[in-house]
């Protein structure tokens, strides 16, 4: 059974920092590309930040080199380290394993807010 959970979400003020874990079971984890993704309400989801299995990664045009995405391989975790956060990134963040099939993370609350 494959499990993605993911944690480190809360309130933040403009400015401030978070960092997201997601912690996958029941795949081969450094085979999988790991992405994070988002969905504010009313919105459709957006892909934030991917890294591919061979540790290459992509970054969406609106994180402007705020945010890191890292694996460890060794303990089945994806990482997003999240700086400079603004009122805008308040939104729903979701871990997505994927090679030719997908998985989805129930996903972690950040709230962005003074």
């Known amino acids: 059974q494959v499990q993605l959970v993911e944690s480190g979400g809360g309130l933040v003020q403009p400015g401030g920092s978070l960092r997201l874990s997601c912690a996958a079971s029941?795949?081969?984890?450094?085979?999988?590309?790991m992405g994070w993704y988002r969905q504010a309400p009313g919105k459709q989801r957006e892909l934030v930040a991917i890294?591919?299995?061979?540790?290459?990664?992509n970054y969406a045009d609106f994180v402007e080199g705020r945010f890191t995405i890292l694996r460890d391989n060794a303990k089945n975790t994806v990482y997003l380290q999240m700086n400079g956060l603004k009122p805008e990134d308040t939104a729903v963040y979701y871990c997505?394993?994927?090679?030719?099939?997908?998985?989805w993370g129930r996903g972690t609350q950040v709230t962005v807010s003074s």
């Open positions: 029941g795949i081969a984890f450094s085979r999988w590309n």
């Open positions: 997505k394993a994927s090679i030719l099939t997908a998985y």
């Open positions: 890294i591919f299995s061979s540790g290459t990664t």
